[in-house]
C-alpha cells in the first residue's frame, strides 16, 4: 500500500473513531462531495468495521449546484427543503451520527444573485432550525473532514504547477489533522488533554468579559452568568465522545448577546456561500451590529447580517493561539474549517447550548432569556493576529491578560 493510501486510511479511522466515533448499532450519515469519493469509500468500511447498522452517504457536487444557482427558477429558492430536514430529523432523532466531507470551491458561487443565496440561506435555516437546535446541544454527534477539489487545491496553491497543487494540499491537511505522525491517535489524545487544561482554567476563573485588542480592533465581549468554556471534545445526549472538527484548535465560549461593545476587524478572508469577504470591519453596540465595512465582498457580508434578527448580533468567541500548527504553516486555507482553527474568532448568529451551564435541557426561549443569541446561522469569522493582546475581567474588576501578542499567556 503506497504512503498517501496508508494516510487516507488513517485519515478514515481518525473520522469515523474520533470525529463522530461510531458505536455499534449506529447509523451514520455521510454527507460528501463528489469529489470524496476515494476516501468515503474508507469511511464506509470503517464504520461498518465498527459496528455500524447502516452508512447512509448523500452526495453533493459543486456543477450541479452552481447550475441549479444559474439556471433554476427564481421561485425555487423559497421553497423550504422540509423533505431533507425531515429525514435529518428522523436520523438524528433515532441516534444516527452525521459526518460531513467537505471540498468545495471558495468561489463556487462568485458572479450570482446575491437574492437568490440570500433567499435559500433563510428557508434552509428555517427548515432545518430544530435540526440546528439539536446539533447545537449536542443531541447527536457529528463532526466535519475535508478534502482537496481541483478548484479549492488553485484557490490555496496558485503559484504552484497544477499537477501538483491537491498533492500539496492533501499534505497540509494530513499535516494539520495529524495524520502525518506514527502516533496519530496518541498525539489527539494529548491534544484534546491540553485544550481541556486550558477550558477549565477559564471556567475556575469565570470571566465576567474579555478585552480585545489589535491593531483595528478594540472590543468588549460581555460572558453570561454560568457560561462554560469547551475544548475539542463534546458529549452526546447518549455519552459518547466526539469532536465536531477536525483539525481543531480552539477553546470557545458564548458570550452575553447584548454585551458586545466596539470594533473588530477581520485578519483573514472568509468564504462564505461561494464568495469571498475580506478586509472587513464589523462595530458593536450592546451587542448589535451597527455597521459593517468590507474591502472585498461587502454585500456579501451585509446579506449574511440581515439573514434575521440573531444574525445581528454574536454566538460564538473562540480562543486560538497564533503559534498554533495551522497559523505557523503560513497557509491562506479559504475554508472556515481550517482558517478559524489558525485564529482567535467570533462568530455571526446562534449559539451553542452547550455553552451555558444546564443549556443543554433549555429551550430556546429559556436560552434566550440566560442571554444566548439564536438564529439560523453560525459563521465563523477570523480575528486573532500576532499583535492582538485580550484580557479577562472578573467580576471584581481585576484585570488578568490570557493572551499576548496573539498566544496563550495563560
Known amino acids: 500500500m503506497s504512503d498517501f493510501l496508508q494516510k487516507l486510511e488513517k485519515y478514515a479511522e481518525l473520522a469515523v473513531k474520533v470525529g463522530v466515533n461510531v458505536q455499534p448499532g449506529q447509523t451514520l450519515v455521510v454527507n460528501a462531495a463528489i469529489d470524496s469519493a476515494e476516501l468515503v469509500r474508507l469511511i464506509v468500511k470503517k464504520a461498518y468495521e465498527r459496528g455500524a447498522r447502516l452508512v447512509k452517504v448523500n452526495w453533493n457536487d459543486d456543477t450541479v449546484t452552481r447550475l441549479r444557482y444559474d439556471m433554476a427558477a427564481d421561485e425555487s429558492f423559497l421553497d423550504e427543503p422540509k423533505w431533507y430536514a425531515g429525514e435529518m430529523l428522523e436520523l438524528v432523532e433515532n441516534g444516527a451520527a452525521v459526518l460531513h466531507v467537505i471540498s468545495s470551491d471558495p468561489d463556487l458561487l462568485k458572479g ?49 504547477p497544477e499537477s501538483e497543487q491537491i498533492d500539496k494540499l492533501w499534505d497540509a491537511i494530513f499535516h494539520t489533522t495529524r495524520i502525518d505522525r506514527e502516533d496519530t491517535f496518541e498525539a489527539w489524545d494529548n491534544h484534546i488533554r491540553t485544550l481541556n487544561e486550558k477550558s477549565d482554567y477559564l471556567n475556575e476563573k469565570k470571566f465576567k468579559k474579555l478585552h480585545y485588542i489589535a491593531p483595528g480592533t478594540d472590543l468588549t465581549i460581555e460572558l453570561p452568568e454560568g457560561h462554560l468554556w469547551v475544548a475539542a471534545d463534546s458529549i452526546n445526549q447518549n455519552g459518547h465522545t466526539f469532536l465536531a472538527n477536525l483539525p481543531t484548535e480552539e477553546v470557545f465560549t458564548a458570550p452575553l448577546k447584548t454585551g458586545v461593545n466596539g470594533k473588530v476587524s477581520s485578519t483573514k478572508p472568509l468564504s462564505y456561500s461561494g464568495n469571498i469577504i475580506d478586509e472587513f470591519t464589523i462595530t458593536f453596540e450592546n451587542g448589535r451590529i451597527t455597521d459593517v465595512s468590507a474591502k472585498q465582498g461587502e454585500e456579501v457580508l451585509k446579506q449574511l447580517v440581515s439573514l434575521d434578527e440573531g444574525a445581528h448580533y454574536l454566538g460564538e468567541v473562540a480562543l486560538v493561539p497564533h503559534n498554533s500548527p495551522i497559523s505557523e504553516s503560513n497557509i491562506l486555507f479559504y475554508n472556515t474549517l481550517f482558517d478559524e482553527n489558525a485564529s482567535n474568532h467570533l462568530a455571526i448568529g446562534s449559539a451553542y447550548a452547550f455553552n451555558l451551564k444546564g443549556g443543554k435541557e433549555m429551550t430556546q426561549e429559556q436560552l434566550e432569556q440566560s442571554g444566548l443569541n439564536t438564529s439560523i446561522t453560525h459563521v465563523d469569522f477570523m480575528v486573532g493576529s500576532g499583535e492582538m493582546d485580550i484580557f479577562g475581567v472578573t467580576e471584581d474588576g481585576t484585570e488578568i491578560q490570557i493572551f499576548k501578542q496573539g498566544s496563550w499567556a495563560i
Not at 134 to 142: G, H, I, L, P, V
Open 112 to 160: 450570482v444573485s446575491h437574492e437568490r443565496i440570500t433567499n435559500l440561506q433563510k428557508v434552509t435555516g428555517k427548515a432545518m432550525s430544530k435540526y440546528r437546535q439539536y446539533q447545537q446541544a449536542d443531541k447527536f454527534s457529528w463532526s466535519i473532514v475535508a478534502v482537496p477539489s481541483k478548484a479549492w487545491a488553485a484557490k490555496v496553491f496558485p503559484d504552484v
